[in-house]
């Protein structure tokens, strides 16, 4: 009778889970070891607490890398159709909203369940509490080194997770076990994130929320630009564009290079029928007060830190407004730029850029190019996607192509 493969997964995640699941199904002998008390802790705060695990539109653009084309011949192998698949053969069944996928209980907690009862069902042998500090090669296979105990296994598939959000396990320590068996990594940086900005006036329009687009900058040369909510805080920008450029304001942080957000609060208008348009409001009410030029437009905060950035005083009756004074109000609206000094830390971050040099691994099998037996899977690895699902989209699809390929090489 054929032996069988017996395989250790480092890391409960979602990845994790996955691809001990699925190296299970395929006849493997597989023991899951995770440093937490439990798995899965990182998905209860995914979504804000729904978990929005994969979305129908997906294109390359959804995952970025310093190997751009690797995430999405992962993502070819085990699309978006087949993760909807796979959960509801699980048990979780897909809510819609326009393309976010989510489960219909609205309850991350449901992903986390399920996952953990299909551990149970494919026989998945789990210890947690157990912090890996090592994987040797050796004669027969590999022995994970771990805090007071060690572990012999075939094969291993590491899913140790990023460095965002290290309360929930991912605490970036299997980064070092990868650089241990000589693997490089990319810069790790915090990534969908808040931006932290200078400028003292950010405390005065903290609060305020509005529909617009960032531009970001490095080195005056356009990065990347996204358009929806923006949340003005003390520190600086928040929302989801800031989120979705975060990951190039880190990666030119990191660089040196001066970086910049510019935010134009009123996208639908080009520059030049934002100020005809002031103009226009300007005469049709010349007898209104400067202070409520703007009232019913932009929140007031807003409206009173331009004012006092154009130095134009709140008692001037708009009807009077020079050329140059309405042209510094639409610069103000459309051109406004902030020095970018910082992100929020690893601790407010969803996930990481950077991880393991993607170089080194196979795209269809997630297998090491430089120590054969080795898998990689999820966070760990140089991909981080969008906002939208998109990171544990590639967290299934990566631990799918793990355990596979774990289970069943010769």
């Not at 937490?36 to 729904?50: A, C, P, S, W």
């Not at 100020?275 to 009410?285: M, T, V």
Request: include cysteine; charge should be positive.
């Amino acid at each position: 009778m054929k032996k069988k493969n017996r395989i250790a997964v480092i890391g409960g995640g979602v990845s994790g889970m996955t691809a001990a699941v699925t190296a299970a199904e395929q006849g493997a002998d597989v023991l899951l070891l995770e440093q937490k008390e439990m798995t899965g802790k990182k998905i209860l705060v995914t979504g804000n607490g729904r978990c929005n695990y994969t979305n129908r539109v997906q294109t390359p653009q959804c995952y970025r890398s310093d190997d751009p084309e690797f995430p999405w011949k992962v993502m070819q192998k085990f699309p978006a159709e087949k993760i909807l698949e796979l959960f509801q053969e699980m048990g979780i069944y897909p809510k819609d909203r326009n393309g976010y996928i989510y489960p219909n209980s609205d309850q991350a907690s449901s992903v986390a369940e399920t996952l953990q009862e299909e551990l149970e069902r494919t026989g998945v042998e789990v210890h947690t509490g157990v912090r890996c500090l090592e994987i040797r090669r050796e004669k027969n296979g590999f022995k994970i080194c771990a805090e007071g105990k060690s572990f012999q296994a075939d094969r291993v598939i590491l899913c140790a997770g990023s460095k965002a959000a290290p309360v929930t396990g991912s605490d970036g320590s299997g980064y070092d076990i990868a650089k241990k068996m000589g693997h490089s990594l990319i810069p790790v940086l915090p990534a969908l994130v808040q931006l932290q900005c200078s400028g003292k006036f950010f405390k005065n329009i903290a609060g305020v929320r509005v529909n617009g687009k960032i531009i970001l900058y490095t080195d005056g040369t356009e990065a990347t630009s996204d358009t929806g909510e923006l949340q003005l805080a003390a520190y600086g920008l928040s929302g989801i564009p800031v989120f979705q450029v975060s990951r190039y304001a880190s990666r030119g942080l990191y660089e040196g290079k001066k970086v910049e957000a510019m935010i134009d609060f009123m996208p639908e208008l080009s520059t030049e029928k934002m100020l005809d348009f002031l103009r226009k409001r300007a005469r049709n009410r010349p007898e209104k007060t400067a202070e409520h030029f703007l009232t019913g437009l932009f929140h007031k905060k807003l409206s009173g830190l331009w004012l006092k950035f154009a130095r134009i005083p709140k008692e001037k009756r708009v009807g009077t407004l020079t050329e140059e004074e309405l042209r510094h109000l639409t610069w103000l609206i459309k051109e406004f730029k902030v020095q970018v000094t910082g992100t929020n830390s690893f601790e407010q971050a969803q996930i990481c850029c950077g991880g393991v040099d993607t170089r080194q691994i196979h795209a269809d099998t997630m297998e090491s190019r430089l120590v054969p037996g080795v898998y990689f899977a999820g966070e760990i690895v140089d991909v981080d996607g969008i906002c939208g699902g998109y990171n544990i989209s590639f967290a299934v699809a990566s631990g799918v192509l793990a355990g596979k390929s774990a289970a069943t090489k010769e």
